[in-house]
C-alpha cells in the first residue's frame, strides 16, 4: 500500500466495552464518540455464513451454547447478543457480515476485520470472510483490513481475494513471525502493545509494514505508540480517546 487510507484510532469490536460488542449497536455506539474505523470478529456458522463472534463458544456473549461454528445462521440468528450486557441491548441480534458492510458502506467507515475461525476450519473460514468481503466493498475506494492470528486463515483469505490487504496479528514475537507477514503479502503487522519497541518498529517498517496496536486503553500508553511511530491504535476506551 502505497498510501495508508486509515484512521489511527480504531473502536475495538465496535465500541469497547461500552456496549455489546460484535453487534451493530456496538458500531453505532462507537461513531456516537466519533470514530470512524471499527475492529470486528468474524466466523463462519455452520452453513458458511460470515458472521460477528469474537468467541468460539456461544455462552459469554449469547443466551445460545454450544461452539457457535456448529450451528446454522437460521439458529444463530435467533440468538439474543445484548442481554449479557446490559437490559438497554437486550434483544441485539448477532450480525452478519453483509449487515456490518451495508452499516459501514453506507456510513463511509472504515473496517478491520478479524478472521477468527473456529477450530479445524482455518482455511476456509479465511477464504470465505476474504471472498465474502470482496463482493461486499466491490466498487469501494477503500476495503477493509482483514487480519488473523492464524496463518493458514491468512493464506486462505491470499488465495480468495489477493487484492484485499492483509495483517498479521501476534501476541508474542514468534521465530519467523516477519518472514511469515512477507510470505503472506501482509501490509501490516498488528501487536499486542507491549510488544513495540524502537527496534521491532524499525523492523516491520524497514519491511515495508504499517505498525498497529492492541487493545490499548491507557494515556501513557497511546503516547508511547505515537512516539513510536505506528499507525493505528485498537482501544475499548472510545470515552476516552477524541479520534479527532
Known sequence: MAEWPYPRW???????????????????????????????????????????????????????????GDKPWSELSQLDAGSWHSRTYAGEPLPTMAALARYCIHNGWFLNIEIKPTPGVEARTGAVVAAEAQRLWAGQAVQPLLTSFRPDALEGAQRAAPAL??????????????ETALTLDCVAIVCNQNLWDVSTVTQAKSAGFRCLSYTVNDEWAAERLIELGTDGIITDRVDLFSPA
Open 10 to 68: 480504531i473502536a475495538h469490536r465496535g465500541a469497547g466495552k461500552l456496549a455489546p460488542e460484535n453487534t451493530l449497536a456496538a458500531f453505532r455506539v462507537g461513531a456516537s464518540y466519533g470514530y470512524r474505523m471499527f475492529e470486528c470478529d468474524a466466523k463462519l456458522s455452520a452453513d458458511g455464513v460470515p458472521f460477528l463472534m469474537h468467541d468460539a463458544t456461544l455462552e459469554r456473549t449469547t443466551n445460545g451454547h454450544g461452539t457457535g
Open 165 to 178: 490487504p492483509r495483517g498479521l496479528l501476534l501476541d508474542t514475537l514468534w521465530k519467523g513471525w516477519l
